[in-house]
């Protein structure tokens, strides 16, 4: 339940804030090469912004009634 609530949540992103994760978790980069790759200002401005996504991805989960990221 957890996986698919967080699937859904990941999945109602734009196009550019999922590739922003991915650069970040999947492929493990840097906010400086992040920000060179997808024309941030600087590293700050991907560091504010995966912020706003955790704090957007948060709400939705705890919208669904899932405040714990243990199942």
């Known amino acids: ?3 698919s609530a ?3 949540a990941l999945s109602d992103l734009e196009p550019r804030d999922q590739l922003l994760l991915a650069l970040r978790f999947d492929n493990q980069l840097s906010a400086r090469r992040i920000a060179e790759l997808l ?9 504010r ?21 243990e199942p």
Do not use: C, K, M
């Not at 024309?39 to 560091?47: A, I, K, R, T």
């Open 39 to 47: 024309d941030f200002p600087s590293p700050f401005h991907v560091y």
């Open 6 to 8: 967080l699937a859904e």
């Open 49 to 69: 912004r995966l912020n706003g996504l955790f704090a957007r991805i948060r709400e939705q989960l705890e919208s669904l009634g899932i405040t714990d990221p």
């Open 1 to 3: 339940e957890l996986e």
